[in-house]
């Protein structure tokens, strides 16, 4: 299955270009659903009211409005009712249905719960997502490994043994040990997780960036590249939405598609290695079926285009054996984008912590590289190269 995430700065048309880009692989022949959890702009731009259950937009086209809130209380009140021994010892009063208002965070998990459900249904051949802005989808697609990671650490795997041993615990303190439930519910967190994290690691699924061509656009680029790449996250394509015709007679029209062109020029510079696509100006904002039509026949082999089927490296971070030269192992980290300002790089323990701006990853170090010491790193042509020394101590001798 294809999964296209269609993201980038607000304001740069990306709900628009989302839904071309399931029209026109509607009009290809797939079966397509379009996912937003926005609720007015994709309506507008659709012409057509959404609903929470996926709705025939054109034929082949189908489009869901995720609804958080009701994702939300759903959940919390399935946690509150597997948790109720445990709320119970601490004297907690159980909150209804229609006292929830769902919390910060709950657009990104109800978005990736209904990604993961559009995959495990096979009704579809695509799905586009309308996602948020660049920075909240980075997060968004970094949260399924990182909320994993955090409970495999609150709830290690030696809780197995701790679970034999709450009779005699609760005996011993005269008080009952949590239920049982809590640990299935944190068990059942994990394998939604690692069905989503499948979903989000797929070879078929990529990441579409729009932006307009605008004085701030190359940076926000930079910045969106980088964060993408440090998560693994592959960009299979640029979207300059909104050019100007060029050779005006209109002066002021005239300066301003020169500026885009430099713009755009610039911005072809910062996406080296991911293909530029140019999106025209239609003279209005595109509302309803018939103005995206308008819109793929001026651009559909563009704003429609599959990514390129070349084989992507399940994990891009490479680690290179220089240990016969150097007497170094390098761990190859493709960053395209990230400059040196604002990258951070800290070991802890057996654990590796890479902060790009605003963004920061934080993986295990594989067998051969925990027995090495950090004795250096660069940033040279986008990619990040950190040089580990072996540690006489561990490294068995003649390896």
């Not at 998990?109 to 096979?122: I, V």
């Not at 072809?268 to 991911?274: D, L, Q």
């Not at 912590?353 to 040279?380: D, K």
Request: hydrophobic share 45%; with cysteine; aromatic share 4%.
């Amino acid at each position: 299955m294809r999964t296209v995430l269609v993201t980038g700065a607000g304001g740069t048309g990306r709900t628009t270009l989302a839904a071309a880009t399931a029209l026109a692989a509607a009009r290809q022949g797939a079966r397509v659903l379009l996912l937003t959890g926005q609720t007015s702009a994709p309506q507008t731009v659709l012409g057509t009211p959404l609903s929470t259950t996926a709705t025939e937009i054109a034929p082949g086209l189908h489009a869901r409005r995720i609804d958080p809130g009701d994702r939300f209380r759903t959940e919390f009140l399935a946690f509150q009712d597997r948790a109720g021994a445990a709320l119970d010892l601490l004297g907690a009063t159980p909150l209804d249905a229609d006292e929830l208002t769902e919390l910060p965070g709950a657009e990104s998990f109800a978005l990736l719960h209904a990604l993961r459900a559009a995959h495990a249904s096979e009704a579809w051949d695509t799905v586009v997502v309308d996602a948020p802005p660049a920075d909240e989808t980075i997060h968004l697609l970094a949260l399924p490994a990182q909320v994993r990671r955090y409970l495999r650490r609150l709830l290690p795997a030696e809780r197995q043994a701790a679970r034999a041993l709450r009779p005699v615990l609760a005996q011993l303190a005269g008080v009952p040990m949590p239920a049982q439930k809590l640990y299935e519910a944190a068990e059942g967190w994990e394998r939604e997780l690692a069905a989503v994290q499948a979903v989000i690691d797929a070879a078929g699924t990529t990441v579409r960036l729009v932006t307009d061509a605008g004085p701030v656009a190359a940076g926000t680029l930079r910045a969106a590249r980088a964060g993408l790449a440090l998560h693994g996250r592959r960009t299979d394509a640029v979207l300059v939405n909104r050019l100007l015709p060029t050779g005006s007679a209109d002066p002021f029209l005239a300066a301003l598609s020169a500026a885009q062109q430099d713009a755009l020029k610039t911005l072809r510079e910062e996406a080296a290695g991911v293909p530029v696509h140019q999106v025209a100006h239609l003279g209005r904002d595109p509302q309803g079926l018939d103005a995206l039509a308008a819109l793929l026949d001026a651009d559909a082999a563009r704003i429609g285009a599959a990514p390129d089927a070349a084989p992507r490296a399940a994990d891009p971070w490479t680690v290179e054996d220089r240990l016969a030269d150097d007497g170094l192992l390098v761990w190859r980290v493709p960053l395209p984008g990230a400059a040196r300002e604002g990258l951070g790089l800290v070991r802890r323990g057996d654990e590796i912590v890479v902060t790009v701006g605003r963004h920061r990853r934080i993986r295990t170090l594989p067998s051969g590289l925990r027995r090495c010491t950090v004795t250096g790193a660069g940033l040279r042509e986008g990619v990040l190269q950190i040089r580990f020394t072996p540690d006489p101590a561990l490294w068995p001798e003649g390896s």
